[in-house]
């Protein structure tokens, strides 16, 4: 298992997305991304990201069919429904698959929020340290 700290940035491979910054979330099961205009027509997904500190990457337009639409319990308790999208990203040198919940985190710092799902058996957080992963490569 590797080490990370509670700040890292990752790569979206399918979506040509480089060092996009993430917050390391042990709290949270599931993974999630920043974006709106979410738009679901004949078996394609289509969304906004949003990631205003990014400006490379703010209002991108991303594309998929890889998705499903699951109940996902919020931060504030309450359960919504949320599309899930299939993804791969580069971290720490390695690619991995990841499931990402589509969330409006506007009042959030970071666009992409990594959960216990995605972490388990990979890795170990260090809250005292930020982005470990892009010193060690």
Same mark, same amino acid.
């Given at each position: 298992? /590797?080490?990370?700290? /509670?700040?890292?940035?990752?790569?979206?491979? @399918?979506?040509?997305?480089?060092?996009?910054?993430?917050? &390391?979330?042990?709290?949270?099961?599931?993974?999630?991304?920043?974006?709106?205009?979410?738009? %679901?027509? %004949?078996?394609?997904?289509?969304? @906004?990201?949003?990631?205003?500190?990014? %400006?490379?990457?703010?209002?991108?337009?991303?594309?998929?069919?890889?998705? +499903? &639409? @699951?109940?996902?319990? $919020? $931060?504030?308790?309450?359960? +919504?429904? /949320?599309? &899930?999208?299939?993804? $791969?990203?580069?971290?720490?040198?390695?690619?991995?698959?990841?499931?990402?919940?589509? $969330?409006?985190?506007?009042?959030?710092?970071?666009?992409?929020?990594?959960?216990? /799902?995605?972490?388990?058996?990979?890795?170990?957080?260090?809250?005292? +340290?930020?982005?470990?992963?892009?010193? %060690?490569?």
């Amino acid at each position: 298992m /590797r080490i990370i700290g /509670r700040v890292e940035t990752m790569t979206f491979l @399918k979506w040509d997305i480089e060092d996009l910054p993430i917050k &390391i979330d042990t709290g949270a099961y599931t993974s999630s991304i920043h974006c709106k205009h979410i738009e %679901e027509k %004949e078996g394609v997904l289509k969304f @906004k990201l949003l990631c205003p500190k990014t %400006e490379k990457y703010n209002n991108k337009l991303i594309t998929t069919t890889k998705y +499903q &639409i @699951k109940g996902i319990r $919020s $931060s504030n308790g309450k359960k +919504q429904k /949320r599309y &899930i999208v299939d993804t $791969s990203v580069l971290f720490y040198g390695k690619k991995y698959k990841i499931k990402l919940s589509l $969330s409006d985190r506007e009042k959030m710092n970071y666009p992409v929020l990594i959960g216990r /799902r995605f972490l388990d058996k990979k890795f170990i957080v260090d809250v005292s +340290q930020k982005n470990i992963s892009s010193k %060690e490569i």
